[in-house]
């Protein structure tokens, strides 16, 4: 373990010296930042495989400030404001007004707020450990069958007898009011602190009980288990973190890389239901292959200790965004949302960005990628295992591409199609998994 980590610090720092000032917009981009005040935004029309069609809408409202400014060249704005509504068919609601504003006033100190409410009907829980890596899909029932693959489940449940009983086998009901407050401060250009807070009511119920086509729902695996964190509650935690980051531009970076660690604790001081701790590390690198082709990569590693609830153990709590996994668009596609989740997660995608066409209608800039992607990750139940034994074969592989449009460089769209061995996902959503 000693080893890996000096071999981790050695690149690191190897970045650092090749890499010391890049954190500025290049000038072909720079010459494309529009100056003062400006709208974007989409009516929401979108699908995903663990939420189904969504609709709703999402309205940014951006000031770039002037060429003058100080910090026009490095900041990525200097205000992004926007609010959403958006629900589906599958029963998820994620409504949020979210404000960011970099070097605020002029001063080096930059502020992420968001109010939100999130209620999903249908959340996934498919168990929690390293165990649940290195099985396949069970009910755990008086008829214990494995499933080599989701659609072969969902098959057995659409055309077996009597089998509505295990329709929400894998799923439950939340929802989550949530509020958080990050404030970030450069030290260098690069290098920046964060510390913030996230105060959140979560509500637990299942579908135990309920009748479908006459038939009750049997015992999920959630209310089977009935891990911390069953019967919901207050989950708060302050959060702190150390960055360095030379990417050129943050929402669509193409040269330059990110170093971060985070740390959250969360006790009855301020007011949470449970006590626990994480420590999160992520490593993100950009090289431009060509001037229109961008390798992106990423690594990332969390660990939780203490009581840590359920519906909390499955989050990378990365400084600039918290990021669900393992499964979906965030961290490995091709797998349903939070299908691995343990004490100790692993993560690490690739991607080729390739630009290839170039739109300017009615004043506005439109830029189109095609991207393909490999991701992997893991879960362990301790924080040294994923050095001491890291269990290479049980790594969950997800791949495939996608389109995404940078509209004003600064509101990313993307459409993603990922596979696995076990699923596929489809994803319509904002920004880039990372």
Same mark, same amino acid.
């Given at each position: 373990?000693?080893?890996?980590?000096?071999?981790?610090?050695?690149?690191?720092?190897?970045?650092?010296?090749?890499?010391?000032?890049?954190?500025?917009?290049? @000038? &072909?981009?720079?010459? #494309?930042?529009?100056?003062?005040? *400006?709208?974007?935004?989409?009516?929401?029309? %979108?699908?995903?495989? !663990?939420?189904?069609?969504?609709?709703?809408?999402?309205?940014?409202?951006?000031?770039?400030?002037?060429?003058?400014?100080?910090?026009?060249?490095?900041?990525?704005?200097?205000?992004?404001?926007?609010?959403?509504?958006?629900?589906?068919?599958?029963?998820?609601?994620?409504?949020?007004?979210?404000?960011?504003?970099?070097?605020?006033?002029?001063?080096?100190?930059?502020?992420?707020?968001?109010?939100?409410?999130?209620?999903?009907?249908?959340?996934?829980?498919?168990?929690?450990?390293?165990?649940?890596?290195?099985?396949?899909?069970?009910?755990?029932?008086?008829?214990?069958?494995?499933?080599?693959?989701?659609?072969?489940?969902?098959?057995?449940?659409?055309?077996?007898?009597? @089998? &509505?009983?295990?329709? #929400?086998?894998?799923?439950?009901? *939340?929802?989550?009011?949530?509020?958080?407050? %990050?404030?970030?401060? !450069?030290?260098?250009?690069?290098?920046?602190?964060?510390?913030?807070?996230?105060?959140?009511?979560?509500?637990?119920?299942?579908?135990?009980?309920?009748?479908?086509?006459?038939?009750?729902?049997?015992?999920?695996?959630?209310?089977?288990?009935?891990?911390?964190?069953?019967?919901?509650?207050?989950?708060?935690?302050?959060?702190?973190?150390?960055?360095?980051?030379?990417?050129?531009?943050?929402?669509?970076?193409?040269?330059?890389?990110?170093?971060?660690?985070?740390?959250?604790?969360?006790?009855?001081?301020?007011?949470?239901?449970?006590?626990?701790?994480?420590?999160?590390?992520?490593?993100?690198?950009?090289?431009?292959?060509?001037?229109?082709?961008?390798?992106?990569?990423?690594?990332?590693?969390?660990?939780?200790?203490?009581?840590?609830?359920?519906?909390?153990?499955?989050?990378?709590?990365?400084?600039?965004?918290?990021?669900?996994?393992?499964?979906?668009?965030?961290?490995?596609?091709?797998?349903?949302?939070?299908?691995?989740?343990?004490?100790?997660?692993?993560?690490?995608?690739?991607?080729?960005?390739?630009?290839?066409?170039?739109?300017?209608?009615?004043?506005?800039?439109?830029?189109?990628?095609?991207?393909?992607?490999?991701?992997?990750?893991?879960?362990?139940?301790?924080?040294?295992?994923?050095?001491?034994?890291?269990?290479?074969?049980?790594?969950?592989?997800?791949?495939?591409?996608?389109?995404?449009?940078?509209?004003?460089?600064?509101?990313?769209?993307?459409?993603?199609?990922?596979?696995?061995?076990?699923?596929?996902?489809?994803?319509?959503?904002?920004?880039?998994?990372?």
């Amino acid at each position: 373990m000693k080893k890996t980590v000096v071999c981790i610090i050695i690149l690191c720092l190897f970045f650092a010296l090749q890499n010391a000032m890049a954190a500025r917009l290049s @000038d &072909e981009d720079l010459a #494309k930042k529009i100056e003062g005040w *400006y709208p974007t935004g989409l009516p929401l029309v %979108n699908y995903d495989s !663990d939420n189904g069609f969504g609709y709703g809408v999402r309205v940014y409202l951006y000031n770039n400030g002037t060429r003058d400014d100080e910090y026009f060249a490095y900041a990525p704005y200097k205000m992004q404001l926007y609010g959403q509504f958006y629900q589906t068919t599958n029963g998820y609601q994620y409504h949020e007004i979210n404000l960011d504003m970099p070097y605020i006033f002029g001063t080096k100190f930059r502020i992420i707020t968001s109010i939100a409410y999130d209620k999903k009907i249908n959340a996934n829980y498919f168990g929690q450990g390293a165990d649940t890596a290195k099985g396949k899909l069970t009910l755990y029932t008086t008829y214990p069958t494995a499933y080599e693959t989701f659609d072969k489940f969902q098959d057995y449940l659409d055309y077996a007898d009597n @089998d &509505e009983r295990f329709l #929400k086998y894998y799923n439950y009901e *939340y929802t989550k009011p949530s509020y958080f407050l %990050n404030i970030y401060r !450069d030290i260098t250009q690069n290098l920046k602190f964060l510390a913030g807070l996230e105060v959140k009511k979560v509500t637990i119920d299942t579908w135990d009980g309920e009748k479908f086509d006459g038939t009750p729902q049997g015992p999920t695996l959630l209310q089977q288990l009935q891990p911390l964190g069953y019967d919901g509650g207050w989950s708060n935690f302050i959060r702190a973190g150390i960055y360095y980051d030379t990417r050129d531009y943050e929402p669509d970076p193409k040269t330059g890389y990110l170093i971060d660690y985070a740390f959250e604790i969360s006790d009855d001081t301020i007011g949470s239901d449970y006590d626990f701790t994480r420590h999160t590390v992520q490593l993100q690198y950009y090289f431009p292959l060509l001037q229109s082709l961008t390798l992106a990569l990423r690594a990332g590693y969390t660990d939780a200790n203490g009581d840590t609830p359920f519906f909390e153990m499955g989050y990378f709590g990365f400084s600039l965004n918290r990021r669900t996994g393992l499964g979906n668009n965030r961290t490995l596609r091709g797998y349903r949302e939070q299908r691995f989740v343990g004490p100790t997660m692993t993560v690490a995608n690739a991607e080729l960005r390739w630009k290839f066409a170039e739109a300017n209608p009615w004043g506005q800039n439109f830029q189109f990628k095609i991207t393909v992607f490999y991701d992997v990750g893991n879960v362990y139940d301790k924080a040294a295992d994923p050095f001491t034994d890291p269990r290479f074969s049980d790594y969950h592989q997800g791949y495939g591409g996608g389109l995404v449009i940078a509209w004003n460089m600064a509101t990313i769209v993307h459409f993603y199609y990922g596979m696995s061995k076990e699923d596929s996902s489809v994803s319509v959503d904002f920004s880039h998994t990372f």
